[in-house]
């Protein structure tokens, strides 16, 4: 029963390092050539939005939002933050934008420089390495769903998938109770940078144009179950026969 348990105490310590080397670590993106011709070919369609501004409740909080324009774009999936992750503090009084995903399309693609990119909720580069990163074809995308269906859609988005989003970028204020508590303005342009720069964009189409390599994306998830299941069957074994009582 001993060497169960010590077995079980190495997998476990195999099973969280793992975990963490695979949460942390950069998913493989992959090569331009299997990037579709509507990411490699095409920018985005931007148009301005005569929509009246309007409201919806979201988990108790009331999100006023004002449309500024029609939004119609395609890109690879680079990387993607939850906004229910569990060290983004801000996100409970935000609950309407659950992710952030930052895609690149066009020249950013066929050019093969978004491999050689540090992506995270934005992006950064060295400009010496060639062939040179255009920081024009990417953008991080703050999205808030308009349907139930959507929002499980933009849940199930992975880093190397390839996606077509439409909808509105809108500017919102949140309110709880009557009292304003903040305000977030989109971007209306992929050319500007630094706090502001990102588009806001309210969903209300998502379709998935070609899918990543999941397994890969989810491994360091899949790991940390394999760790919790270890860490169950050493909390039996060390209840059935306690390390004191031997």
Known sequence: MRALQHYLAVALLVCVAGAVYLSLREVALPDPSRIGSAIRETEPLQEAS??????????????????RATYDISGLVVSQHRGDAFFNLGHKVDPGNIKDVCVVWGDA???????????????????????PFNPEKASNNHLIPATAAIDRQIRAIHVGDQIRLTGFLVDYTVTKDGQEIFTRRTSLTRSDTGNGACEILYVTGLSVIAKGDHFQADAGRYAWYAGL????ALGVVWFVRPPLAE
Not at 50 to 67: C, L, N, S
Not at 109 to 121: D, E, H, L, N, Q
Not at 122 to 129: I, Q, T
């Open 50 to 67: 005569d929509g009246r501004p309007f409201a919806i409740v979201i988990k108790g909080y009331t999100y006023a939002i004002t449309p």
């Open 109 to 131: 693609v066929t050019s093969g420089a978004y491999r050689k990119v540090t992506f995270t909720s934005s992006f950064s580069w060295s400009r010496n390495f060639t062939p």
């Open 229 to 232: 299941a270890v860490f169950a």
